[in-house]
Every structure is written in structure tokens, then in C-alpha cells.
């Protein structure tokens, strides 16, 4: 039995069929993202290095700031100064921020104070709000990511910091588990996991790491999304086919919104929770299709390539990503689901998958795998220059971004 349900659940991924080639219509991503700000830093008191080495990063991490090597004033436009003391196991960091190309002056100044462990989030902290009071958004420096990687000898759930930090095992069960998700405020999972010999989904609360079985329908339950108003969309297969239901977050008041031959699978909600994004290959290949709760209609959006899977519908509301069979391996792409421009966001060796965004609609997190080795990666959409997350002795797959 548990081969069967395992080969049903492969099938999700779908076999390839011909290409379909309408006219094609670009994605320019470009447009509405200024330059990045040159800043100049300057540190003092104790642990300066070590908590410049956190804010650098996080400040090219954000995509908005262009740190200085030298640190020359002359050429930067802001002027970040930080200093630090460490006493009695407490850390305190006051940062204070300056426009020097106008008369404005001061941008931002505060103090923040913590037990030293906690360094690493307060630098963090400090980078959120530069960049909130630059930009009117909320950071993404304290934002986690979880995934599957089987370095423990199974797959397992991990959660690591969004600059690759902190790695945590989740699960210790020894089984396969897949496909995790985040709840609406960041403080559960949802995921798929073999542990009672057949698919389930469980629900797991991160702070007091206690679990329940959320869906064990006969078949198969898989690809678990929750939405901003903790609506649940998922796969079953309990009639048939696998097709998209959704429900509460207890569990309660089950629909079934798909009603398709085939497989339609992969739910990712629309920001307003007014609209779904799956996968199908009614039109005999996977393919993305949009389904508006309201009118019960379905349409498709991508055209071009055969194998399109893994919608994954950004924060805005504006794009969505996806991964696409490109040139014999896969991609990541973007595509606006109102008109169909689309845009392939990754190249080079190895297959890239399963993209998932950060709050700032601006990153994705993704899977890429070159030989037998799959890592997890970060692409800037505007720049679309990656760089790597996570490695190590296992293979890391799966990954999801916390909301803010």
C-alpha cells in the first residue's frame, strides 16, 4: 500500500506532453524598483564585527541598499552608525541613521537591548526598521523558511533563518514527510507525513511543538496551503481523481471546488483568499490554472512548455511563480495572471523548483538540484542574481517562507 499511495503522489508531477506555442508575451520586471541606496557604515563598542557582518547582510539581502566596501561618505547617500556594548551577558545596540546628500539629516535613530543570544535578531530588528522607515514595508530580516531534507537519513522538517542561520530539525519521525506550508501567522505547519503508513496532514504548533491529524481521508491528502483567513486548500483523492477541496483550519466544513478528469493538484491562495492557483492537466499537460471562488470558474494562464507546476501566488497579488520545463531542464518563472506575461527568473546548470516568496514579493526561495544534490537558493526577481541558502550532507527540498 505504501508504494501505491507513493506512486500516486509522484504523479502529481505529471508526465510531459508537446509544447503548445502561442505568441509569447514578456514579463518586464524591471519597471517600479529604484537603484539600490549606497549606504556607508560605521561601527564601535563590542562585537562591532561580528554584528556588521549581520547587517551587511541583511542589508543586501533586502535588495535595496548597496553597502559600501570602504565605507566612504562621499559616495554613499546614507550614513549608518552603530554602536554596541556587551555587559553582564546583555547586549545593546543603538543604530543611528543619516541622509548626507540632503539637508534632511536624520532618517532614523533607536536602541534596542536583549540577552546575547538574541544579537543576531536584534541586528535583524534594526534592519527591519531601516528599511521600514525607508520604504513604507515591513523587512524580511526575522522571517524564517522551512523544508524537507533528509541529511538525518529520512525526510524530515527543518526550519532555518532567512539567511541560512539557526537550522532546526522539526519532525523526528523517521518517515517521509513533504510538502509543509506555514499558518497564517507564522506560528503553525501544516505538512505532509507518512508516519501511520499513508498520507495525512498534520497541523503543527512550532511553540509548544504538540501536533494533530488535520486530514486522513482514504487515498490521497497532499499539498496542504493555508490561506491569510486560515482557510485550507488541499488534494484528495477520496473520490476519485485528485482534485482541490478546501476547509477550515479545525478540519470542519470540507468542499470540494474541482470537478475535472485527471489530477488537479498544488493550491496556492491569492492574497485576498478570493482565488485559487493549481496545477491540472485537463488540457493533457500539467499546466496553471486560476479559480475564482465567487463564480466557480476556472481558466488557464500558462501557455507556453509543456510541464508548468507549483504555482506559488506572491504577497501582492501581482505575480505568480511557478516552475517550468525550460531547454530540457526546469526554471523558475513569474507570470502576471491577469495578462500572461510571463518571464523565466532563473538559468544555468541544474533544475530549479517548488518557488515560495518572501513577504516583500521581491525574493523567492527555491530548490535546485545539480546531479544527485539538491540545495536550496535565493533569486532576487529584479536582479535575477541567486545565491545559495542552505547545503550541507542532505538534500534540501520543499521550501516555504513565513509570512511577516
Request: proline content about 4%; some cysteine; aromatic content about 10%.
Given at each position: 500500500?505504501?508504494?501505491?499511495?507513493?506512486?500516486?503522489?509522484?504523479?502529481?508531477?505529471?508526465?510531459?506532453?508537446?509544447?503548445?506555442?502561442?505568441?509569447?508575451?514578456?514579463?518586464?520586471?524591471?519597471?517600479?524598483?529604484?537603484?539600490?541606496?549606497?549606504?556607508?557604515?560605521?561601527?564601535?563598542?563590542?562585537?562591532?564585527?561580528?554584528?556588521?557582518?549581520?547587517?551587511?547582510?541583511?542589508?543586501?539581502?533586502?535588495?535595496?541598499?548597496?553597502?559600501?566596501?570602504?565605507?566612504?561618505?562621499?559616495?554613499?547617500?546614507?550614513?549608518?552608525?552603530?554602536?554596541?556594548?556587551?555587559?553582564?551577558?546583555?547586549?545593546?545596540?543603538?543604530?543611528?541613521?543619516?541622509?548626507?546628500?540632503?539637508?534632511?539629516?536624520?532618517?532614523?535613530?533607536?536602541?534596542?537591548?536583549?540577552?546575547?543570544?538574541?544579537?543576531?535578531?536584534?541586528?535583524?530588528?534594526?534592519?527591519?526598521?531601516?528599511?521600514?522607515?525607508?520604504?513604507?514595508?515591513?523587512?524580511?530580516?526575522?522571517?524564517?523558511?522551512?523544508?524537507?531534507?533528509?541529511?538525518?537519513?529520512?525526510?524530515?522538517?527543518?526550519?532555518?533563518?532567512?539567511?541560512?542561520?539557526?537550522?532546526?530539525?522539526?519532525?523526528?519521525?523517521?518517515?517521509?514527510?513533504?510538502?509543509?506550508?506555514?499558518?497564517?501567522?507564522?506560528?503553525?505547519?501544516?505538512?505532509?507525513?507518512?508516519?501511520?503508513?499513508?498520507?495525512?496532514?498534520?497541523?503543527?504548533?512550532?511553540?509548544?511543538?504538540?501536533?494533530?491529524?488535520?486530514?486522513?481521508?482514504?487515498?490521497?491528502?497532499?499539498?496542504?496551503?493555508?490561506?491569510?483567513?486560515?482557510?485550507?486548500?488541499?488534494?484528495?483523492?477520496?473520490?476519485?481523481?485528485?482534485?482541490?477541496?478546501?476547509?477550515?483550519?479545525?478540519?470542519?466544513?470540507?468542499?470540494?471546488?474541482?470537478?475535472?478528469?485527471?489530477?488537479?493538484?498544488?493550491?496556492?491562495?491569492?492574497?485576498?483568499?478570493?482565488?485559487?492557483?493549481?496545477?491540472?492537466?485537463?488540457?493533457?499537460?500539467?499546466?496553471?490554472?486560476?479559480?475564482?471562488?465567487?463564480?466557480?470558474?476556472?481558466?488557464?494562464?500558462?501557455?507556453?512548455?509543456?510541464?508548468?507546476?507549483?504555482?506559488?501566488?506572491?504577497?501582492?497579488?501581482?505575480?505568480?511563480?511557478?516552475?517550468?520545463?525550460?531547454?530540457?531542464?526546469?526554471?523558475?518563472?513569474?507570470?502576471?495572471?491577469?495578462?500572461?506575461?510571463?518571464?523565466?527568473?532563473?538559468?544555468?546548470?541544474?533544475?530549479?523548483?517548488?518557488p515560495s516568496w518572501a513577504p516583500n514579493g521581491r525574493q523567492l526561495v527555491f530548490s535546485k538540484k545539480l546531479g544527485y544534490k539538491s540545495n536550496l537558493y535565493i533569486v532576487d526577481i529584479c536582479t535575477e542574481k541567486s545565491y545559495s541558502l542552505i547545503t550541507g550532507k542532505g538534500n534540501y527540498i520543499s521550501p516555504a517562507w513565513s509570512p511577516e
Amino acid at each position: 500500500m505504501k508504494k501505491i499511495i507513493i506512486v500516486l503522489l509522484c504523479t502529481i508531477f505529471f508526465l510531459a506532453t508537446k509544447d503548445l506555442l502561442p505568441t509569447e508575451v514578456y514579463l518586464d520586471i524591471s519597471r517600479g524598483f529604484a537603484e539600490k541606496i549606497p549606504v556607508a557604515l560605521s561601527f564601535s563598542g563590542d562585537k562591532n564585527e561580528e554584528t556588521k557582518k549581520i547587517l551587511v547582510s541583511d542589508l543586501q539581502r533586502s535588495g535595496l541598499f548597496s553597502p559600501l566596501i570602504n565605507d566612504d561618505e562621499n559616495e554613499a547617500e546614507l550614513l549608518i552608525k552603530v554602536n554596541c556594548s556587551l555587559k553582564l551577558g546583555l547586549f545593546r545596540l543603538e543604530g543611528i541613521v543619516r541622509d548626507i546628500t540632503t539637508g534632511s539629516g536624520f532618517v532614523l535613530g533607536k536602541r534596542y537591548q536583549g540577552r546575547y543570544p538574541l544579537m543576531r535578531s536584534i541586528v535583524h530588528r534594526f534592519a527591519n526598521d531601516l528599511v521600514k522607515k525607508v520604504t513604507g514595508e515591513k523587512g524580511i530580516a526575522l522571517t524564517k523558511i522551512c523544508f524537507i531534507s533528509d541529511e538525518s537519513g529520512a525526510k524530515e522538517v527543518y526550519l532555518v533563518d532567512y539567511d541560512g542561520q539557526n537550522k532546526k530539525r522539526v519532525t523526528s519521525d523517521k518517515i517521509i514527510a513533504a510538502c509543509p506550508d506555514w499558518s497564517e501567522d507564522g506560528e503553525n505547519l501544516v505538512y505532509l507525513s507518512y508516519l501511520n503508513n499513508r498520507t495525512e496532514i498534520f497541523f503543527h504548533n512550532l511553540k509548544s511543538n504538540s501536533r494533530e491529524i488535520l486530514c486522513s481521508y482514504p487515498g490521497l491528502n497532499a499539498f496542504a496551503a493555508i490561506s491569510k483567513r486560515g482557510e485550507i486548500a488541499l488534494t484528495l483523492s477520496k473520490d476519485g481523481d485528485p482534485e482541490i477541496y478546501v476547509m477550515r483550519k479545525n478540519g470542519s466544513y470540507l468542499r470540494r471546488l474541482t470537478y475535472s478528469k485527471g489530477i488537479d493538484a498544488s493550491p496556492s491562495w491569492a492574497p485576498d483568499g478570493k482565488k485559487i492557483a493549481f496545477v491540472s492537466d485537463r488540457s493533457g499537460s500539467p499546466q496553471i490554472y486560476i479559480l475564482d471562488l465567487s463564480t466557480k470558474k476556472v481558466r488557464r494562464i500558462t501557455y507556453q512548455g509543456s510541464y508548468n507546476t507549483s504555482p506559488a501566488w506572491a504577497p501582492q497579488g501581482n505575480l505568480i511563480a511557478y516552475t517550468s520545463r525550460r531547454g530540457g531542464c526546469f526554471e523558475i518563472c513569474i507570470i502576471n495572471p491577469d495578462n500572461g506575461e510571463f518571464k523565466a527568473i532563473t538559468s544555468g546548470p541544474g533544475s530549479k523548483e517548488d518557488p515560495s516568496w518572501a513577504p516583500n514579493g521581491r525574493q523567492l526561495v527555491f530548490s535546485k538540484k545539480l546531479g544527485y544534490k539538491s540545495n536550496l537558493y535565493i533569486v532576487d526577481i529584479c536582479t535575477e542574481k541567486s545565491y545559495s541558502l542552505i547545503t550541507g550532507k542532505g538534500n534540501y527540498i520543499s521550501p516555504a517562507w513565513s509570512p511577516e
